[in-house]
């Protein structure tokens, strides 16, 4: 693509190139996973018009709540740009994303595409609206799983999801929800309170609500899971919107505050279920997250890697600089190290989505400990690596006008959606020690190392395994005192050991050695070993890799 096609080109390096035929790394882990995709075309989509899209949204034309009609009626709309919803229909009818796990039963397509979107608020349009197909598919009535095909573009018309949890004065914390749920004797009426943070909304004709039904028991335990649409039986607006968040990033997804006042509503599956559904859809969500994180991370890698090879600087390219080869292997290691472990969790959840609450089974619950990893370790990364991507760049890097600006700003929340790293923390402690899926965690770790016949995984093991024997044997308090810690320490375990078995699998020996370098990096804390120091050059060269 010419600089003529496109202003933006002139502010991007990465604009222009295809972002799937370029990211050797990601073919060869969907390779490792037994996944057969071209996603080549998306990755022209994403590395180009959509690029450009999402960058536009932000900084010129971000989404506005009209609340009146020219006739004075209450609508409630939210106007987006016309290029940005032609996009997202893009996605979801042209390029598939939410069709592949209900047509393919394949969730790691569905996740690479979100991977290669790399933008959280297109993103966030796309998965919720597959959360909502996915409660629906799998815990929805006859009558409710009509939606589906509309959801996932499978029918000539495209309905739009979304998923309405947090209320202000709960957060993370359920349990304090105040919206209650009364039957009518056809349908619930939902009333009592409102959604703090409701994206999607003014977009989303179907949207997934957590309320309690009224007389059931004060908790999470006491909620349930209903369907609400955007207009009531008789044509009405069936909630109101209060307004819509001012946001440091994510503007190409509306995010307001919705009011329910007698609003219809549908329950979806058995009502004493609801908190299963409801953290069975965030596993849902927190995959895209990490995934979404990994595409952030990527982008910056990518708008780096170019700029430091046309920029000069004392005489010579960016890129000859030793310092600058150091931080982009860094990033690097940490992107591949982050891509492989949420696609063993993606991995383990393609296996196990079709267990059913409430006791599930042996791998939903490992499904869910590997997603909690995934979730924290890739949010870590997102943020770090687009801090180092704006720091190549010097004071362009902090500018608006560029896009190594909005990728930082973008990065950043994806620590706090879908859980914060505390919210991740304990919830991996709950599935340790009511579920032991660090047992079910640590005989594949063993598996996997018996293969690969590695010094440095089979190390790696024996040190996640001291970790995980010294945090259980703690008391409560100290317990979850350390549990970030452990979390970190897992993801990066679980990486080094999974880039030495692909490496063998695949017979790359540059995997193994990337293997060996993130766990000096990462896991013992010392600085790159010299005898790699010759190979940088070539590990930060994504496109060429064989």
């Given at each position: 693509?010419?600089?003529?096609?496109?202003?933006?080109?002139?502010?991007?390096?990465?604009?222009?190139?295809?972002?799937?035929?370029?990211?050797?790394?990601?073919?060869?882990?969907?390779?490792?996973?037994?996944?057969?995709?071209?996603?080549?075309?998306?990755?022209?989509f994403a590395g180009g018009e959509l690029y450009e899209i999402a960058e536009h949204v932000d900084k010129r034309a971000r989404p506005i709540h009209v609340m009146w009609s020219v006739n004075g009626e209450r609508v409630d709309e939210v106007w987006?740009?016309?290029?940005?919803?032609?996009?997202?229909?893009?996605?979801?009818?042209?390029?598939?994303?939410?069709?592949?796990?209900?047509?393919?039963?394949?969730?790691?397509?569905?996740?690479?595409?979100?991977?290669?979107?790399?933008?959280?608020?297109?993103?966030?349009?796309?998965?919720?609206?597959?959360?909502?197909?996915?409660?629906?598919?799998?815990?929805?009535?006859?009558?409710?799983?009509?939606?589906?095909?509309?959801?996932?573009?499978?029918?000539?018309?495209?309905?739009?999801?979304?998923?309405?949890?947090?209320?202000?004065?709960?957060?993370?914390?359920?349990?304090?929800?105040?919206?209650?749920?009364?039957?009518?004797?056809?349908?619930?009426?939902?009333?009592?309170?409102?959604?703090?943070?409701?994206?999607?909304?003014?977009?989303?004709?179907?949207?997934?609500?957590?309320?309690?039904?009224?007389?059931?028991?004060?908790?999470?335990?006491?909620?349930?899971?209903?369907?609400?649409?955007?207009?009531?039986?008789?044509?009405?607006?069936?909630?109101?919107?209060?307004?819509?968040?001012?946001?440091?990033?994510?503007?190409?997804?509306?995010?307001?505050?919705?009011?329910?006042?007698?609003?219809?509503?549908?329950?979806?599956?058995?009502?004493?279920?609801?908190?299963?559904?409801?953290?069975?859809?965030?596993?849902?969500?927190?995959?895209?997250?990490?995934?979404?994180?990994?595409?952030?991370?990527?982008?910056?890698?990518?708008?780096?890697?170019?700029?430091?090879?046309?920029?000069?600087?004392?005489?010579?390219?960016?890129?000859?600089?030793?310092?600058?080869?150091?931080?982009?292997?860094?990033?690097?290691?940490?992107?591949?190290?982050?891509?492989?472990?949420?696609?063993?969790?993606?991995?383990?959840?393609?296996?196990?989505?079709?267990?059913?609450?409430?006791?599930?089974?042996?791998?939903?619950?490992?499904?869910?400990?590997?997603?909690?990893?995934?979730?924290?370790?890739?949010?870590?990364?997102?943020?770090?690596?687009?801090?180092?991507?704006?720091?190549?760049?010097?004071?362009?890097?902090?500018?608006?006008?560029?896009?190594?600006?909005?990728?930082?700003?973008?990065?950043?929340?994806?620590?706090?959606?879908?859980?914060?790293?505390?919210?991740?923390?304990?919830?991996?402690?709950?599935?340790?020690?009511?579920?032991?899926?660090?047992?079910?965690?640590?005989?594949?770790?063993?598996?996997?190392?018996?293969?690969?016949?590695?010094?440095?995984?089979?190390?790696?093991?024996?040190?996640?395994k001291d970790k995980v024997i010294t945090l259980l044997s703690y008391r409560e308090y100290e317990m979850q005192f350390y549990s970030k810690d452990l979390l970190s320490t897992l993801g990066h375990g679980i990486s080094v050991i999974l880039l030495?078995?692909?490496?063998?699998?695949?017979?790359?020996?540059?995997?193994?050695?990337?293997?060996?370098?993130?766990?000096?990096?990462?896991?013992?804390?010392?600085?790159?070993?010299?005898?790699?120091?010759?190979?940088?050059?070539?590990?930060?060269?994504?496109?060429?890799?064989?």
């Amino acid at each position: 693509m010419s600089k003529s096609n496109s202003t933006f080109s002139y502010i991007s390096s990465a604009y222009g190139k295809n972002h799937f035929t370029i990211d050797k790394p990601l073919q060869k882990i969907l390779e490792y996973f037994d996944v057969k995709a071209d996603f080549s075309k998306l990755g022209e989509f994403a590395g180009g018009e959509l690029y450009e899209i999402a960058e536009h949204v932000d900084k010129r034309a971000r989404p506005i709540h009209v609340m009146w009609s020219v006739n004075g009626e209450r609508v409630d709309e939210v106007w987006i740009d016309p290029s940005l919803r032609t996009a997202i229909k893009r996605l979801i009818k042209d390029f598939h994303i939410n069709k592949f796990p209900y047509k393919e039963e394949n969730w790691h397509k569905h996740y690479a595409s979100i991977y290669l979107v790399s933008d959280p608020g297109i993103a966030c349009i796309l998965t919720i609206t597959n959360q909502t197909a996915y409660a629906l598919y799998k815990y929805g009535s006859e009558e409710l799983k009509k939606y589906v095909p509309y959801l996932i573009g499978d029918s000539d018309e495209l309905l739009f999801g979304a998923t309405w949890f947090t209320e202000i004065q709960g957060g993370s914390d359920l349990g304090s929800n105040l919206v209650e749920a009364e039957f009518n004797g056809k349908y619930w009426l939902l009333k009592g309170n409102t959604k703090y943070f409701a994206s999607g909304v003014g977009l989303a004709d179907l949207a997934l609500v957590s309320a309690r039904p009224m007389g059931n028991k004060s908790g999470a335990k006491g909620l349930s899971l209903f369907l609400v649409p955007k207009e009531n039986n008789k044509g009405e607006k069936n909630f109101l919107i209060r307004r819509l968040k001012r946001k440091s990033g994510t503007n190409s997804v509306p995010t307001g505050e919705v009011e329910f006042n007698s609003s219809e509503a549908y329950l979806i599956g058995e009502k004493e279920y609801g908190i299963y559904y409801i953290t069975e859809d965030l596993m849902v969500s927190r995959l895209a997250n990490a995934v979404g994180a990994l595409g952030i991370a990527r982008k910056s890698f990518l708008e780096s890697y170019y700029y430091s090879q046309s920029r000069k600087a004392f005489g010579k390219a960016l890129i000859e600089h030793p310092l600058i080869q150091k931080d982009l292997l860094e990033m690097e290691l940490m992107i591949e190290g982050g891509m492989i472990v949420t696609f063993k969790a993606i991995d383990q959840f393609q296996k196990s989505w079709k267990a059913m609450p409430p006791f599930y089974n042996e791998e939903y619950h490992y499904a869910r400990l590997l997603t909690h990893i995934s979730k924290y370790i890739t949010a870590e990364i997102a943020s770090h690596v687009s801090r180092m991507a704006m720091e190549i760049h010097g004071g362009i890097g902090f500018l608006e006008e560029f896009p190594i600006e909005r990728l930082h700003r973008e990065a950043l929340i994806t620590p706090i959606w879908e859980g914060t790293g505390n919210i991740q923390a304990l919830e991996m402690l709950e599935a340790m020690v009511k579920k032991e899926a660090h047992r079910q965690l640590i005989r594949d770790l063993e598996g996997i190392v018996n293969e690969a016949k590695d010094e440095i995984a089979s190390k790696t093991l024996d040190f996640i395994k001291d970790k995980v024997i010294t945090l259980l044997s703690y008391r409560e308090y100290e317990m979850q005192f350390y549990s970030k810690d452990l979390l970190s320490t897992l993801g990066h375990g679980i990486s080094v050991i999974l880039l030495s078995h692909m490496g063998r699998k695949l017979g790359i020996e540059r995997f193994t050695m990337l293997s060996k370098i993130y766990y000096e990096r990462f896991l013992m804390g010392r600085s790159i070993l010299r005898d790699y120091i010759s190979e940088i050059r070539k590990l930060i060269n994504i496109e060429e890799m064989k």
